[in-house]
């Protein structure tokens, strides 16, 4: 079972919210967290170097310096107050129709380590040792890490009955999504809550922030080695989190957009594709206007877009293994036998020939890339489901790189944990 705490958020006065709360620091880069960040924006803290100018570089020292230098500010002038208390909080994010539901809590560090806090991505060292400086320098986990965990009743029916209060903190972003924010300061409840994760919720999934999971337990670690009193039960041993039940979550797609047909023509590369795929028009251009896009309609139908003409491509049965938790996932059937074995690109990760586009972004930026020059085709894939994503991390496997996109982003700066 899975270890929680409340905590003394450090967080902005309500008049102050949305001159505080920002994007969070790797959905923009340092040009545009320059053009949005006001004289209170979080992002003077999380994206410091765009207080230089020209903007200093992300990993120089002054930068760290003055990351550290602003949130000693922000608290100072009463941009960013602590609470009084330790306390959990409810945090709804509403995008068009649906909305969800999240608590905010500390997790703890040893359940990363041991698989209790399960992931369904690898990390990289070098973003992990990114990470890790900002939390060491600010002693603080200034950005919240976003989790999944099985749907619980009577957690639902808590957050249900705090959600029914007036909120703390409601405003609209600049994408249009609603942020709302509630506070459960009641002993009783608090503790219930605890009980409740301590008892009857068995993991937590990362859903989005594995590098910030990776360094908030290596921190936790390095502490814990400095510490000849070490008892687990430090501010340290814990870390902050965004918590959803799995049914309040959906997956968005995760495009794929290249550069070259890897020397074939276009009449080829459709002949290639025809091994393994039932290839046909979806929707072409008429009248004078551009082909209409068309969304794959299930699992194992793929979109391509080629040429001016929109494709439907669907995966021939014996092609994937339905009992490969991995092997069935649409990522591995198209990194398979479309961009690996065609299109010969062996490394999603490395490899310059290929770009990824959050489904957040629409098909229409898929033609868009296509169309400009700047690519020459486009696949749209499926929603991977929150069922697969668990079963995956439940059975111990990996999900191939840019499989999971997950919208709305947790907005920075509603609430900070500080490690001591």
């Avoid at 967290?33 to 004289?39: D, R, V």
């Avoid at 997790?107 to 890790?132: F, N």
């Avoid at 398979?336 to 972004?361: A, S």
């Amino acid at each position: 079972m899975v270890r929680v705490k409340p905590f003394a958020a450090i967080r902005p006065p309500k008049n102050l919210v949305t001159e505080v709360a920002a994007p969070p620091y790797d959905v923009l880069n340092s040009e545009e967290a320059l053009a949005m960040a006001g004289e209170k924006s979080l992002l003077h803290i999380t994206k410091p170097e765009i207080d230089f100018t020209p903007i200093a570089g992300e990993h120089e020292q002054r930068t760290y310096d003055k990351a550290v230098e602003n949130f000693k500010a922000w608290k100072e002038r009463g941009w960013l107050v602590r609470e009084d208390k330790e306390k959990y909080y409810v945090y709804a994010q509403t995008m068009g129709k649906r909305t969800q539901y999240g608590l905010v809590l500390c997790a703890h560090t040893d359940d990363y380590a041991q698989g209790i806090i399960k992931k369904h991505e690898l990390t990289r060292k070098d973003k992990e040792d990114d990470r890790m400086v900002h939390v060491r320098i600010q002693n603080a986990n200034i950005e919240p890490v976003f989790f999944a965990y099985k749907d619980n009743d009577e957690l639902n029916k808590i957050v249900a009955n705090a959600a029914a209060g007036k909120p703390e903190y409601k405003f609209v972003d600049e994408n249009k999504f609603t942020h709302t924010f509630w506070v459960i300061s009641d002993d009783a409840v608090i503790k219930r809550i605890t009980e409740i994760f301590t008892n009857d919720i068995d993991a937590f999934y990362v859903a989005d922030g594995h590098h910030r999971t990776a360094a908030a337990a290596r921190v936790g670690a390095e502490k814990k080695a400095q510490n000849p009193h070490h008892t687990g039960n430090e501010e340290y041993n814990y870390f902050m989190a965004v918590c959803f039940p799995q049914s309040h979550l959906a997956i968005i797609d995760y495009n794929r957009v290249v550069k070259d047909l890897n020397g074939l023509t276009e009449e080829e590369f459709l002949k290639a594709l025809e091994e393994d795929f039932d290839v046909a028009v979806a929707t072409k251009p008429r009248c004078g206007r551009p082909a209409k896009p068309y969304a794959p309609i299930g699992l194992h139908n793929f979109s391509m877009y080629l040429g001016d003409k929109w494709y439907s491509l669907t995966a021939k049965p014996g092609r994937y293994n339905n009992d490969d938790p991995i092997g069935v996932l649409d990522v591995t059937i198209l990194s398979n036998l479309v961009l690996d074995k065609i299109l010969g690109i062996k490394d999603l990760r490395t490899d310059k020939r290929i770009d990824f586009v959050g489904g957040i972004r629409g098909l229409g930026e898929l033609s868009r890339r296509v169309d400009s020059g700047e690519m020459k085709v486009a696949f749209a894939l499926y929603p991977v489901s929150m069922d697969q994503l668990i079963n995956i991390a439940d059975t111990g496997n990996i999900m191939p790189p840019k499989t999971t996109w997950f919208e709305p982003k947790l907005r920075s700066g509603l609430a900070i944990h500080s490690l001591d």
